[in-house]
């Protein structure tokens, strides 16, 4: 496979992850605590850093920044590979900075999220190595 159609695949996987993530986060209650009174203090509790906002406020912007971040990311690499493919593969500061952004998603999905993104970011983050791994040999 080459450089691009890897970046292209592993920013295809973040942009969709992405987007499922700010899906369920506005028209699901997937990420809804599963005890309804965990729900019910965040709501009515404020981080110490401000009283303008609360847990729950602060959760819902917290998962849907989160999921904005995915997809622009995914949204940019994608574009390169489509309509800058020469660019894209003779960059190895966007080819390393695409592995970089997948190994910190990575650890982060390693250490606190579970089986579905972490597979999927999994999956991405090798594309994304590969192609850098290429472009260096």
């Given at each position: 496979?080459?450089?691009?159609?890897?970046?292209?695949?592993?920013?295809?996987?973040?942009a969709a992850?992405?987007?499922?993530?700010?899906?369920?986060?506005?028209?699901?209650?997937k990420f809804d605590p599963r005890d309804a009174a965990v729900k019910?203090?965040?709501q009515a509790t404020s981080p110490r850093i401000t009283r303008a906002?609360?847990?729950?406020?602060?959760?819902?912007?917290?998962?849907?920044?989160?999921?904005l971040g995915a997809m622009v990311f995914g949204a940019v690499y994608l574009t390169l590979a489509v309509q800058h493919p020469e660019v894209l593969a003779a960059s190895k500061p966007l080819l390393l900075i695409a592995g970089a952004t997948g190994l910190a998603f990575l650890a982060l999905a390693v250490r606190y999220w579970f089986r579905i993104p972490l597979i999927g970011i999994a999956l991405a983050t090798?594309?994304?190595?590969v192609a850098s791994?290429?472009?260096?040999?």
């Amino acid at each position: 496979m080459s450089i691009v159609a890897l970046v292209a695949l592993g920013a295809g996987i973040f942009a969709a992850l992405g987007t499922l993530h700010l899906l369920y986060t506005f028209f699901t209650p997937k990420f809804d605590p599963r005890d309804a009174a965990v729900k019910d203090a965040m709501q009515a509790t404020s981080p110490r850093i401000t009283r303008a906002t609360t847990m729950w406020k602060a959760w819902v912007g917290f998962n849907a920044s989160h999921s904005l971040g995915a997809m622009v990311f995914g949204a940019v690499y994608l574009t390169l590979a489509v309509q800058h493919p020469e660019v894209l593969a003779a960059s190895k500061p966007l080819l390393l900075i695409a592995g970089a952004t997948g190994l910190a998603f990575l650890a982060l999905a390693v250490r606190y999220w579970f089986r579905i993104p972490l597979i999927g970011i999994a999956l991405a983050t090798l594309c994304f190595l590969v192609a850098s791994a290429r472009a260096f040999i």
